[in-house]
């Protein structure tokens, strides 16, 4: 029995084709594309850098929490950092985020509950 049918040797044609055509994109970078193309004016170093001063600022101990992580976000036209600092402790509300403003640098801090 062989594994492509008689009846269907153009269906492999195809995805043979279609595989060996696609190439990725080396300049595509950044979020996927909105009503235009938006890019992020900070990096990930530079929004953790911020937000880890801003933590420091507002009387935030970091080596009671693990390293951030770090996502970004599209809203619309609006680019926003989300930084993450989960508490070494495993306890209820030992956590908290900031949020940077992609385009401002703007910081605002998020409590955990």
Known sequence: MSIVTPCRPWLLAAAL??????????????????AESHYSRLNVAEATELAVKDAARQGRDLQQYHPAVVSFSWQGTE?????HFNGRVSMPGNHFAIAVDD???TMQLHAGR
């Open 17 to 34: 084709l279609a595989s060996a055509c696609w190439q990725p994109n080396p300049k595509t970078t950044g979020p996927p594309a909105t």
């Open 79 to 83: 680019g926003t950092w989300w930084v």
């Open 103 to 105: 385009a401002t640098g």
